[in-house]
């Protein structure tokens, strides 16, 4: 039985015309390079799938076998500069929730929330497009969640995304943001701990040469 393909690497690059030295060239390796990329023999890892889809000018999810291997979610908010965090309701002005699509290899049931970053303001940890998926917890294990990056949302606002730092009593939390102050002192209704991540995969400028 003949092996299926771990990508479309080479499909794609045949139905450009192109050589594998001279998409080698394009990426500025070795022909053997993009020989082993073709066959699984070198991981196809996020890097690898933005150059090649730069240099094919393709969405790199055109290099993916399957569009099976993806799946819709809902989108629930976003997370913006200052590290606020926004729940799109759809009333009173507020931003629709939306669906997206990404990689269809989560344990996760959808229980939770799914945030859009919207701010490059976190890196080096997210990029804005990233998906990041929250679950919320229970106050009483706050303690076991120091350190993790959380989404604290309040009564009145505003909601706010950080590290968890320390936990005190009336639901009161310390938060360090990515970037900036730390927030002390914050009380909150409840808490949501990021669970997943589906990093942005950034289509091709078409302008890109």
């Known amino acids: 039985m003949a092996k299926t393909s771990t ?3 080479a499909e794609v690059r045949k139905a450009h015309g192109l050589t594998q030295a001279q998409l080698a060239e394009k990426l500025g390796v070795h022909w053997v390079t993009v020989s082993k990329l073709e066959r699984g023999r070198i991981q ?13 000018k393709v969405d790199v999810l055109d290099l993916l076998p399957e569009r099976s291997i993806t799946k819709q979610i809902t989108v629930n908010g976003s997370l913006s500069v ?21 990689f269809e290899n989560s344990t996760y049931d959808d229980l939770g929330m799914w945030v859009s970053v919207e701010s490059d303001e976190y890196w080096p940890y997210f990029h804005s497009g990233d998906k990041l998926y929250f679950e919320d917890f229970p106050v009483k294990l706050s303690q076991n969640y120091i350190g993790r990056f959380v989404i604290a949302l309040t009564e009145s606002g505003p909601d706010l995304a950080g590290f968890l730092q320390s ?14 102050k730390p927030v002390r002192g914050l009380h909150f209704e409840t808490l949501w701990a990021l669970q997943d991540i589906r990093f942005l995969m950034r289509a091709p400028n078409a302008d890109n040469g």
């Open 82 to 102: 200052g590290g606020k965090f926004s729940e799109f309701s759809g009333k009173e002005g507020m931003r629709e929730p939306y669906q997206a699509d990404i």
């Open 167 to 180: 936990v005190m009593e009336q639901d009161r939390v310390d938060l360090q943001p990515i970037n900036g």
């Open 44 to 56: 196809l890892h996020m890097g690898w799938m933005e150059a090649i889809a730069s240099a094919l």
């Open 7 to 9: 990508n479309r690497i």
